[in-house]
């Protein structure tokens, strides 16, 4: 597509569900990252996938957070067990190689745990 | 520019000034940076990037400065208009990981 798209734009879940936000990434591009913004705060990163390799996972906050990305295209995140401190708003990033080319970011999904 | 404190750094300038935001980066093996714009209830959008084998990169009606030897990152928006108001994010890839690193952002205040 012409950019990155992210659904749902917007998910209220109540403490304790699970929720998936999905991904779809811009056409060709094959790095794809998953950020979490808290309110007025930077993007936190949570994980990075580059083509078929292992995916970096190193920043998903507890084993709660898992993503996937299918075909390498699109990217689910899912986080079980959702809490309270899980509202922030996700951002999804694809940049053509992962080499320093510039990331393009979605318009995110605001995930609000009631 | 960037701050450890719980608000955002603002900055508030009248229409047609020109603003200077500012950024330390704090990792020397840093080799790329970029400056996103990012307005209410949007994600971040790209504006401008430069690389560590540069010290300054003009766009339109933007300029980056990278200073090395400081770990110091400056956007300067000419001209600055109203549409400009939005929180202005930093981010270094560090040579070889793939994943920028962002700050906190500055937000940008344009008064008509």
């Known amino acids: 597509g012409a950019g990155v798209s992210q659904s749902p734009s917007n998910k209220v879940t109540e403490k304790g569900k699970d929720v998936e936000l999905r991904c779809d990434p811009i056409?060709?591009?094959?790095?794809l990252y998953w950020y979490r913004q808290s309110l007025g705060q930077g993007l936190e990163f949570l994980i990075y996938?580059?083509?078929?390799?292992?995916?970096?996972k190193s920043g998903l906050p507890s084993d709660r957070f898992s993503a996937e990305r299918t075909g390498g295209s699109v990217s689910t995140l899912t986080i079980q067990r959702t809490q309270q401190e899980d509202s922030a708003v996700y951002l999804c990033?694809?940049?053509?190689?992962?080499?320093?080319?510039?990331?393009?970011f979605g318009s995110g999904t605001r995930l609000t745990v009631v | 520019g960037e701050s450890v404190g719980l608000h955002l750094p603002t900055l508030s300038v009248q229409e047609g000034d020109n603003s200077i935001i500012n950024c330390a980066y704090s990792n020397s093996a840093s080799d790329y940076f970029i400056w996103y714009k990012q307005e209410s209830g949007k994600g971040p959008q790209f504006i401008i990037d430069i690389r560590s084998n540069m010290d300054k990169r003009q766009g339109q009606r933007v300029t980056v400065l990278l200073n090395k030897t400081v770990k110091h990152l400056s956007l300067q928006i000419a001209a600055t208009q109203p549409g400009d108001s939005a929180v202005y994010f930093c981010a270094e890839d560090h040579g070889g990981s793939y994943i920028p690193t962002f700050g906190r952002g500055t937000s940008l205040i344009v008064h008509p």
């Open positions: 990033a694809s940049s053509r190689t992962g080499g320093n080319y510039g990331y393009t």
């Open positions: 996938f580059q083509g078929n390799s292992a995916p970096d």
């Open positions: 056409s060709g591009h094959t790095a």
